[in-house]
């Protein structure tokens, strides 16, 4: 069901290394509590706009609509702090896989799909994130 080659578990390795950093600097930038605050905020506006939507106020709906916008822009600006400073090694890092595993046809086998070097490496990054970003509780 299920082989992988040295180099399979190389690419593991590696995009564990670079999922944990990336987490890491993403609660230490955007600061857990912070987040927390942000996403409790934007619940409350969801439900004030629900409320607000059955009213059919048009001038009320129009209003919570932009603060509801206002909202996701703020969260985006601060999503983007820790991916400025993981993207620079990331892109390094993916640079030195291709140059090292590019030749390689098959790094691991899934359920008889071969899969290259790349798409090995998301998958790992996906499992690994998905489950460690779940135990350190990060958004």
Known sequence: MIEITTAG??????????????SLVRRVVIGQDKMD???NLMK?????FKEI???GDMKRIQKAQEEMLQ??????KHSFK????TFIPIILVFGWLRDQYGSLN?????FGFDL???WWYFICAMVISLVFNKVLEVI
Request: aromatic share 6%.
């Open 82 to 85: 820790p991916m400025l400073i």
């Open 53 to 55: 939507s059955k009213s």
């Open 44 to 48: 409350e506006k969801q439900a004030k």
């Open 9 to 22: 578990y190389e690419i593991t390795l590696i995009s564990a290394v670079i999922v944990v950093m990336s």
């Open 37 to 39: 605050a942000m996403k």
């Open 106 to 110: 098959n790094v691991a086998s899934l």
């Open 71 to 76: 909202l996701t822009m703020e969260n985006l």
């Open 116 to 118: 290259s070097w790349f």
